[in-house]
């Protein structure tokens, strides 16, 4: 996995961070989640995934919810 701050590539997909939006936890813990962009390998269409982690992800998904 290659990284830079804001895009990785992970097994030839790249992903771009396009955005980072604030989280309240089920705790009441704020947060911030990173909105990811990628494109599905299937049919092409860009897709987006957030997660907690800003930087990189250990197994994105890969594909968009179509053929998740």
Do not use: K
């Not at 990284?3 to 961070?17: D, S």
């Not at 909105?35 to 197994?59: A, D, H, K, N, Q």
């Amino acid at each position: 996995m290659t990284e830079t701050t804001h895009q990785f590539t992970y097994r030839g997909q790249r992903y771009v961070r396009i955005g980072v939006r604030p989280h309240v936890r089920a705790d009441g813990t704020e947060t911030q989640l990173a909105v990811w962009e990628s494109r599905c390998p299937v049919c092409g269409e860009p897709f987006t995934i957030e997660t907690t982690r800003l930087r990189r992800l250990r197994e994105p998904n890969r594909r968009c919810p179509r053929h998740s």
